[in-house]
């Protein structure tokens, strides 16, 4: 199934001036499967963190918003070390922390994660963020 999306998240990924992505849409239309599908084909690993699924994700953004400690801290609980040039960070449901979205506003570790893209629900928290931002497109 290819998307409209799927281009404008090839132009994102080779932008020089790239920030964290947000893919907002209601649910159930395809935000986090099209992130998945262009992390497989575009990077070397995916690593995937849903905020519905496992709370606890908050936890290590409550600690520093150091992007050293953010990513030593990621790589522990996935067992894996996260490559900032090769890998591909999701952050599914991420409008259900705070502290995620702040971390990700805050300039030190956008630029550090500027590869990483979270999924959110219509909703008015993250409007006022600092992210680029898309709606999911249109099937074609």
């Avoid at 690593?47 to 936890?59: G, K, Q, R």
Wanted: aromatic share 10%; net charge positive; proline share 2%.
């Amino acid at each position: 199934m290819k998307r409209d999306i799927y281009t404008q998240l090839i132009q994102w990924k080779l932008s020089k001036r790239r920030k964290p992505l947000l893919i907002r849409g209601a649910r159930q239309v395809g935000k986090t499967y099209i992130l998945q599908e262009f992390g497989t084909k575009e990077y070397d690993k995916v690593f995937y963190c849903n905020f519905e699924e496992n709370p606890a994700l908050n936890d290590f953004f409550k600690e520093s918003l150091s992007p050293d400690k953010l990513l030593n801290n990621l790589s522990l609980y996935f067992n894996d070390t996260l490559s900032e040039e090769k890998d591909l960070l999701i952050f599914d449901e991420i409008q259900l922390s705070n502290q995620a979205l702040n971390a990700l506003n805050c300039q030190c570790v956008s630029v550090r994660l500027c590869k990483a893209c979270t999924t959110n629900r219509y909703s008015e928290t993250t409007d006022h963020m600092g992210f680029n931002s898309s709606t999911t497109g249109q099937r074609k």
